[in-house]
């Protein structure tokens, strides 16, 4: 059936409840974008920075950077906060920056995916950007279905995700989700873009009223996601939360045991759902990851940005969080350390795990 | 596996090889891009137009007009030729528009999918705009697998089609294609884009060399463009093409002799994957259509732009161009219409087209 076809249309208006409850909010404007995660970024700057907007980006790893680089693209000056990569910026920070002048957005990263770091004081920041007139604009890419995104609570004026990381969906849709105020400032001109330009998408995803083609939907996508969506709301966010937090707390000491290190270093500012890690020393990264691919069949993010060939990052996104996984992943790479001579025991991740496990159990 | 792994990258190399053919083409820069069909033209306008800059586009159904405004979004001057919708424009026109000034480009649509309305004549406007120093860019989307697209013959600097069209594969994603002199105009400066930038896209789809992760690629929709070429290739282009033909040459007198009258006056310029008709006198259209759907499971499109509840649109593209399809088709529009007394002989459509069957074969 057609991307235009009433019941079709029921199944677009699923996606968009399901997608307020994930976002956990009210947002009329909750749509997926016809495009991997990086075009929901594309759409929120092509429809809400206007050309001599001066935006505060937060820049502590790869996807800081891509903001300011699409921001400039598109005419806006960009104030960068930057940061040691690793960290996450603290409301002070935001605080003096807002200080120098007047800004029409500040834009962050909630869960930076090259470095594992995880933005905390959320509703803080929200709050400080709202003092100072700006908009609060969110990256929650590798947050949304993983861990807590509030959009309502923390005062986010717009955001996106993707559908490949904690929402388990093949990629290739980028679930955005606007406020009233943000919907005001896009009305107020026309998007310098048209394939995302939301005046014309929104009357396409036209809740209850009359639907009006713009482009043809990924329709095979989009139920994808719906079904990904059904099975987040199966499990119930807060035992999907609590599952990513439990077998993340299991696999930090694992790792720690077999000699990896965290980028990140401040342990409740890492992520519950990727792990980039420093190797123990002596070994060649991407020779070790190909090995355990092939061997046991689990793959292995590289670091990306300036951890490209230093680090790893390991996914434990979705339906790959599980307690299986972290057995199965620490006793590969304990395998394969033995046989590099790095350790002697190939088992000392895998129980280091095992006593979390049993401690959370009792 | 990921959107990084060797092995999905032998995939990815494939499909780009299969482009080429679909396209008749040698250009290096054949790849899909990770959006809906109007990507494809979002990303030749960010890519190639530059702002002040003179483009003349060819007006003659919706898809033309979509061109128009996004090529003044990105702050470029229009210049349009604006035809009457269901013909197309005459290689003495496009001259005439060259004569009036320097142009930087000139964009049309190769086949008008709101009229059904089949460019002719592309090689002598490809050689037109040359010798006046435009560059040449087609909307191929309802063309690419379905009809003939010769990029190079033609002197095409860029195009751009759909996967849901003449392909058979489901929306998601845009095959484009640039020659070298496209590429260098994007390589001069910095795309006005982040998503659909080309020059780092192209880092991705990089042959036979290290590949630079861009944005994570919809990987599902590569698999399932990859099996579409497949099948293309499989069939051939000569006797697809000539499939395409043979059924649009016996679905028409079909429809004629049921009373609907062709937005497309001249026969010569109709395609044959789209059929937009006026309905015979007497008709609700909406209503129509919904029991044709409902009573006999075959989808018609309604009427697009200036259109709308005026006329069909009726699809006979890549897998679902067959004899026996039109001869469904046929059938059930005969049926309803003698219910609704506009005819007393069901089956004067399937019979009209039968004619044509057994001449063709004979």
Not at 195 to 209: A, C, K, R, V
Request: one cysteine or more.
């Amino acid at each position: 059936i057609g991307h235009l076809d009433s019941e079709f249309i029921k199944i677009m208006d699923e996606a968009q409840a399901m997608l307020r409850m994930l976002y956990q909010t009210e947002n009329r404007m909750t749509i997926p974008i016809s495009g991997t995660g990086s075009s929901g970024m594309e759409t929120l700057v092509a429809n809400l920075i206007n050309p001599q907007d001066k935006v505060i980006v937060v820049k502590n790893g790869v996807f800081g950077g891509r903001i300011a680089d699409t921001v400039s693209r598109f005419g806006a000056e960009v104030i960068s906060i930057d940061l040691e990569w690793g960290t996450v910026v603290t409301p002070e920070q935001i605080r003096k920056a807002f200080s120098r002048n007047r800004y029409h957005a500040l834009f962050l990263v909630q869960a930076e995916t090259s470095t594992g770091a995880h933005q905390q004081h959320m509703r803080e920041i929200g709050e400080i950007v709202h003092q100072n007139g700006a908009l609060f604009l969110v990256d929650a890419v590798t947050s949304l279905g993983g861990t807590e995104v509030k959009i309502d609570e923390w005062g986010i004026d717009a955001a996106y995700s993707g559908t490949q990381k904690c929402l388990s969906v093949p990629p290739g849709l980028s679930p955005i989700t606007l406020n009233e105020k943000a919907m005001q400032k896009l009305r107020a001109r026309k998007a310098r873009s048209w394939y995302f330009d939301l005046g014309m998408i929104e009357q396409y995803w036209n809740e209850g009223n009359q639907r009006k083609y713009h482009h043809t939907a990924p329709i095979n996508m989009i139920y994808a996601l719906h079904e990904g969506l059904r099975l987040v709301l199966q499990e119930g966010l807060h035992a999907r939360f609590q599952r990513h937090r439990r077998n993340a707390a299991a696999l930090q000491p694992g790792l720690e045991a077999l000699g990896f290190t965290y980028l990140v270093k401040k342990q409740n500012e890492r992520l519950p759902m990727l792990h980039a890690v420093y190797l123990p020393d002596g070994l060649e990264e991407g020779k070790l990851r190909q090995n355990i691919r092939a061997r046991y069949n689990i793959e292995i993010g590289g670091g990306l940005g300036e951890f490209s060939g230093k680090a790893w990052r390991i996914g434990l996104m979705g339906h790959s969080s599980t307690k299986d996984k972290v057995g199965r992943l620490l006793n590969s790479i304990g395998e394969e350390l033995k046989k590099h001579g790095i350790i002697d025991d190939a088992t000392i991740g895998f129980q280091a795990a095992q006593t979390i496990y049993q401690n959370s159990e009792s």
